[in-house]
């Protein structure tokens, strides 16, 4: 088996019926089997389908600002970076530019 730890992104999941399936991943890992089966283990995964890209604008533009105002190096900072990546790679996988 092969594993790999996954980072935030798109997910997709393709059935043996041809049927494609797409989510947002925070990041997790992947345990893939002989014969290409592949367990995902994250910690949360939503449909592309239920994400409001206007949400994830706003969270995004008001996470880059808490950033800006935090102090550097502070936890305020680092927890601010997280969620302007969250959100950045959140809107990447619904194809908006994200900047």
């Known amino acids: 088996p092969i594993v790999a730890e996954m980072k935030a992104g ?3 999941i393709n059935h043996e019926d041809g049927e494609e399936e797409k989510y947002f991943v925070a990041g997790g ?3 893939t ?3 290409s089966a592949t367990d995902i283990v ?3 995964a939503v449909k592309l389908d239920d994400i409001d890209g ?3 604008t706003k969270n995004f533009e008001a996470a880059k600002a808490k ?3 935090a102090e550097a190096g502070s936890i ?3 927890e601010a970076m997280i969620e302007v990546e969250t959100n950045r790679s959140m809107g990447n996988a619904l194809g908006m530019a994200m900047a």
Do not use: I, K, N, Q
């Open 10 to 12: 798109m997910l997709t």
């Open 67 to 69: 950033a800006a105002s």
């Open 33 to 35: 089997h002989e014969g």
């Open 42 to 44: 994250c910690p949360e």
């Open 76 to 78: 305020e900072a680092a």
């Open 54 to 56: 206007a949400a994830v």
């Open 29 to 31: 890992f992947s345990l």
